[in-house]
């Protein structure tokens, strides 16, 4: 019975999708709200979320709070909890909107269950941390006038509150679940039935076949698979078990120790989120955030993501080199042709959007092109199971994303109702005594250690409101001061002590968790410092002439390069430590800004290049 109603509602969340984006748009107090009924029902029923199915129909003697009947009722007055506010809110839009400012006893009804979903819904999906940001949030709009300095405000009530949290467009829904409701979860089915049909075997393929006879061939293959696969997906943790099953013991049986297996893993699904054309949730709240067009936000990540995983690949080179590795391919016999017009869609969805047609519009006739392509050819041609299993996985994806995008919308109208942000801004202003450098690293340790906390969307709103103000503020454009948030929350996924990729990762590898979480973090070095590139050098973003983003470019590709061989000890030959801090001094200059930086990280570089000996094999690595 459960697994029919499952069904029932993922068919009717695509439905109701498909037809909002392709037929008739809704309005976003009708969209948002049955939206969130959707993604919630499925995740009280276990997609998605922590509770297991088996619990809710009291399959076990004991469920996971050892009371599998008080589990069942109390995600049962859940669904009804959030489909009745869904209802109410739908059936009473145009009367809000009268009334608007003299709320009703039932609005405010309304607001309160509607909150306690949302928040049960995000400690189901995200855990505690992005629940506590929401509290806090909470507590600080009603204890404003009781607070101290630069965080005292007026203070809100109840009444006040709900109004703006639940009878707004500026709480609640918001700009972050409206994107969730608008395209994210079209791209997260599109992901989901593209892997339905084989296209992750495909884009493995096609990954192994360009670099799989290469050195450290199979650890290149995870890493360009990872990029095709989490700029479809934007999960970190989800790209990794979805292609991390297979690479990484490929990897092991290639000669990588698990930990570096489990390490390069993580650090290749972390940057899928950073890689155009598709990225990731928070890329599109980030378009719509700064009313930046989706293509040219795609377009200026362009050259920062290939920076990061040309330092990735080349540490993989330059490790597989010292341990004297050859190339190899994966094993991945399977052909690639007969899936090959998988690629239709996704290029047909790169077009819609280098065309100026909106992300909503793109990902529907995406995915209304691949119902298509896939029955050419019967190795894509999909069956009932298929289908099944495409369509919850779309649901249990999109759960996530709409239940960290509504807890994020507390955070944000809390930020828009008491001014915190402009305060925040102030006080990073201040602390940083107005330099820019103090700033940006102020504002980047704040959003890893935001990150590691919440996901990457959530993480990446929060900072939105509260960080980027400040260094719009300092003169720095606002889509790089945007985009080198969203970097860093991305980067959190590998950021010990709380690295979700990496434990992910650590469990497919059998490695010890920590361990390979700092080295994904050596890995993925290179994304904490390509945003302070793209921030003093706004030809990265592909903003300047031919001859500024050729030479930021050249010489981004040798600063990576000198990165990686001084990380991994390796370049010509194994690397004595002095010449590994002369490479990181050449990465260092070669990485900043000007000519004569530019001039001594080239002549350092070539000095090591030349003078580095023979390859000595460390087997032991």
């Known amino acids: 019975m459960l697994r029919i109603t499952i069904l029932f509602l993922a068919i009717g969340a695509a439905c109701f999708h498909l037809f909002s984006a392709g037929v008739a748009p809704f309005t976003a107090l009708v969209q948002r709200p049955i939206h969130l009924a959707f993604m919630a029902t499925l995740g009280f029923l276990g997609v998605g979320a922590r509770v297991k199915a088996k619990e809710l129909e009291g399959g076990d003697e004991k469920g996971s709070d050892g009371n599998p009947g008080w589990v069942v009722l109390l995600n049962a007055l859940l669904i009804v909890a959030v489909i009745a ?27 309160l269950l509607t909150l306690l979903v949302v928040l049960e819904l995000a400690r189901r999906t995200t855990g505690w941390g992005l629940v506590m940001v929401a509290v806090l949030a909470l507590v600080y709009a009603v204890t404003g006038p009781y607070l101290p ?98 690479t990484v013991p490929l990897m092991k049986r290639s000669g990588f120790k698990p930990f570096f297996a489990g390490a390069i893993e993580a650090a290749a699904s972390t940057g899928g989120q950073l890689m155009p054309p598709v990225m990731g949730a928070g890329a599109f709240i980030l378009a719509t955030w700064t009313n930046i067009p989706y293509p040219q936000v795609a377009v200026a990540a362009i050259v920062p993501a290939v920076l990061y995983y040309v330092a990735l690949l080349m540490a993989i080179h330059f490790r597989a ?158 889509l790089a001061s945007h985009l080198f948030i969203f970097y860093f929350g991305c980067i959190s996924n590998v950021t010990p002590p709380v690295s979700l990729a990496a434990y992910a990762a650590a469990g497919i590898a059998g490695a010890p968790p920590l361990r390979t979480a700092w080295t994904a973090m050596v890995l993925a070095f290179a994304g904490f410092l390509v945003p302070f590139m793209f921030v003093y050098g706004p030809a990265l973003l592909l903003d300047g002439s031919v001859a500024e983003i050729g030479l930021v470019v050249g010489t981004g590709v040798a600063g990576v390069t000198a990165l990686a061989a001084s990380t991994m000890g390796y370049l010509r030959g194994q690397l004595s430590p002095w010449e590994r801090a002369l490479l990181g001094i050449s990465a260092i200059a070669l990485i900043i800004p000007g000519l004569t930086s530019d001039g001594f990280g080239l002549l350092l570089l070539l000095f090591i290049f030349f003078r580095s000996g023979t390859m000595i094999p460390d087997r032991g690595g």
């Not at 869904?86 to 609005?107: F, H, K, Q």
């Not at 409701?181 to 076949?209: E, K, N, T």
Request: one cysteine or more; a positive charge.
């Open 321 to 478: 080199g010292r341990m004297g590795l050859e190339g190899s391919r994966m094993g991945n016999r399977e052909p690639v042709l007969p899936r090959l017009h998988l690629l239709l869609p996704l290029g047909f969805i790169v077009l819609l959007l280098a065309m100026g047609r909106s992300p909503m519009r793109a990902a529907f006739w995406g995915v209304v092109t691949f119902l298509g392509v896939s029955f050419l050819t019967r190795a894509t041609r999909p069956d009932p199971g298929k289908m099944e299993r495409a369509l919850v996985a779309a649901g249990g994806g999109a759960v996530q994303v709409a239940a960290a995008c509504a807890a994020a919308g507390v955070v944000v109208g809390v930020a828009s109702l008491t001014g915190i942000g402009l305060r925040m801004s102030e006080l990073i202003i201040t602390l940083s005594q107005g330099n820019l450098f103090l700033a940006l690293l102020l504002t980047a340790m704040g959003s890893i250690v935001l990150g590691m906390g919440l996901p990457t969307t959530a993480a990446y709103v929060v900072l939105a409101a509260l960080g980027a103000p400040a260094l719009i503020q300092l003169g720095v454009p606002v």
């Open 85 to 111: 506010s869904a209802i109410y809110l739908v059936s009473e839009n145009e009367a809000l909107v009268r009334r608007s400012g003299s709320p009703t006893g039932m609005d405010l009804a309304g607001g």
């Open 149 to 246: 300095g630069f965080l005292a405000h007026r203070g809100y009530g109840f009444t006040r509150l709900m109004e703006h949290l639940y009878l707004s467009t500026e709480g609640i829904w918001g700009v972050p679940l409206g994107v969730s409701a608008d395209f994210v979860y079209l791209f997260v089915l599109f992901g989901a039935l593209l892997d339905m049909a084989g296209g992750g075997a495909l884009l493995i393929g096609l990954a192994d076949r360009a670099t799989g006879r290469t050195r450290g061939g199979p650890a290149k293959t995870a890493a360009l698979a990872s990029a095709l696969m989490g700029s479809l997906s934007g999960s970190a943790v989800a790209n990794v078990v979805t292609t991390g099953t297979f």
